[in-house]
């Protein structure tokens, strides 16, 4: 049994976010699935929010709210502090400060049109036995979404990582949304954001990503036999 709980559902961008940053650091943990429609009594406890994911360290405590903290970007903070390496926050004030500026982002603005304009009208549908409302996700493919991957292709400024040439929570938080429109409706344009479909392709092949990767493709694969062309 590990020290850690992560407590959701593997096909949440923000519970994959969290996977990623375990793996990353080498921080072993057990996956335990807490469902959202409906949430369970017992998640709700451990969830002020009544969101995925939230953390269990069994160290701190195995009942109730005791050890949980809510939130991915918590939850992050906290795996820096217990690994310190590989660092994912950087080094030095202004490259934190925009590392934690552009997980918010991800986490917030870019989560929000994802989940909202993308996932909802789309997955949730299909979960509940309805059509999938394409005019929703279309709107959003084309008139909103351009709007952050521009703002994101020129925060890479033609480089591999948001942050310097290292892997940051910058690029884990925008990697974690963009792999959630890539497994339902494909990537980005690579003609028109360039830089962005190269960060998501690395971070594709990283493992840590790929680990939670191969159990949403499994498991979509059985409600969306393919993507949903929205070009
Ligand atoms: N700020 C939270 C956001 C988490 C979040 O919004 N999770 C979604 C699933 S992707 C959720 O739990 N939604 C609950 C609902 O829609 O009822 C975090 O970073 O962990």
């Not at 992560?6 to 976010?17: D, M």
């Not at 009942?63 to 690994?83: F, K, M, N, Q, V």
Request: proline share 7%; hydrophobic share 40%; charged share 25%.
């Amino acid at each position: 049994m590990a020290d850690l709980v992560v407590y959701g559902v593997p096909l949440s961008p923000f519970v994959r976010k969290v996977e990623v940053v375990l793996r990353e650091k080498g921080l072993e943990y057990d996956f335990e699935t807490a469902n959202i429609m409906p949430m369970p009594d017992w998640f709700k406890e451990i969830s002020p929010a009544r969101r995925i994911p939230v953390l269990r360290d069994r160290r701190v405590g195995t009942e109730g709210r005791s050890g949980t903290i809510p939130d991915s970007a918590a939850i992050s903070a906290y795996a820096e502090h217990l690994s310190e390496t590989p660092r994912l926050y950087p080094d030095g004030a202004f490259p934190l400060g925009r590392a934690i500026w552009l997980e918010k982002y991800a986490d917030t603005e870019l989560a929000g049109s994802v989940g909202m304009g993308i996932f909802r009208p789309i997955m949730f549908n299909i979960f509940q036995g309805k059509q999938p409302d394409i005019d929703k996700a279309k709107e959003t493919w084309t008139e909103v979404l351009p709007i952050h991957f521009d703002y994101l292709e020129g925060e890479l400024d033609e480089g591999d990582h948001f942050i310097g040439n290292e892997l940051s929570i910058a690029d884990i938080a925008v990697g974690s949304q963009l792999a959630q429109l890539d497994l339902i409706v494909g990537p980005p344009d690579s003609a028109r954001w360039p830089s962005l479909v190269n960060l998501l392709n690395s971070l594709k092949e990283r493992s840590s990503f790929r680990a939670n990767l191969s159990v949403c493709e499994k498991m979509l694969s059985k409600v969306l036999p393919q993507k949903v062309a929205l070009a």
